[in-house]
């Protein structure tokens, strides 16, 4: 299993793979053919970014049946897909800037899928081929707009991601995810909960929009999810993936 990290040192960003606490910098993209430089940093000592650039997200609803019935919304035979911009996404440990609206905020932990190579019209028994690697993603939505507002699910800032990729996932579908706010338990799940699996998730968003090296497929936060406010700290894990924290401020 490999970690792969974007980072910031000297004013500058660069790609790396983590070994220990140690990031061996690489001389380009991971989403290129890359070497491995001699150049390397403390881990401890530079400021992670968020891991991949994408050029969108495509966020999938409901597709945990525990979540519809806490939403006491009628389950779909397909997920539903919406596409978020990429000016949401962020880096572990930024601050969330809390959305400046009357709607209710709520937080949800999701794992993300990150596309390796152009992907259009796959299908699931493909989508391995397609897939990079796997990282947390943070969910910060307008709890009152729902599910058929995706407008609302675009505020900058509102998709933290990271800390790293994570490739060669024996199964991403028997992943623990778990979620706290201001270290309380909000969310546990199991993806082998999903009612639609990864593959199958990657295929439709691939037959829904052209997907390109380094965007992101949220697969759907667990039921849990619950009102966070300025000042308040989230964190997401997912099992053999990693952990992302994240400030929330005004």
């Not at 040192?9 to 070497?35: C, H, M, P």
Request: glycine letters at 8%; aromatic letters at 6%; charged letters at 25%.
């Amino acid at each position: 299993m490999t970690k792969y990290v974007r980072f910031e040192v000297d004013g500058r960003a660069g790609y790396g793979i983590v070994e220990g606490n140690t990031i061996r910098e690489l001389d380009k993209s991971y989403f290129e053919q890359f070497s491995v430089t001699s150049e390397t940093f403390d881990l401890d000592k530079v400021r992670l970014l968020s891991p991949t650039e994408p050029s969108k997200i495509v966020c999938v609803g409901l597709t945990y049946a525990s979540q519809a019935e806490e939403s006491r919304m009628e389950f779909p035979a397909e997920p539903s897909l919406f596409v978020k911009r990429s000016t949401a996404v962020i880096g572990p440990g930024e601050p969330v800037v809390y959305p400046d609206m009357p709607e209710r905020v709520e937080f949800g932990a999701e794992l993300a899928v990150v596309i390796g190579k152009t992907a259009h019209n796959i299908e699931p028994e493909d989508a391995d081929e397609y897939i990079f690697g796997y990282t947390c993603l943070t969910d910060l939505s307008p709890h009152d707009l729902g599910h058929e507002e995706p407008t609302a699910k675009s505020i900058d800032t509102t998709r933290p991601v990271g800390p790293w990729i994570v490739d060669n996932v024996d199964d991403p579908n028997r992943l623990d995810i778990d979620s706290t706010v201001n270290e309380e338990a909000r969310q546990h799940v199991n993806t082998d909960q999903l009612s639609f699996d990864v593959q199958h998730l990657v295929s439709l968003a691939s037959k829904m929009t052209t997907l390109n090296a380094g965007d992101v497929i949220a697969i759907g936060a667990p039921p849990g999810a619950g009102p966070v406010e300025p000042g308040d700290v989230m964190e997401v894990r997912i099992q053999n993936v990693g952990c992302l924290k994240n400030p929330v401020k005004r």
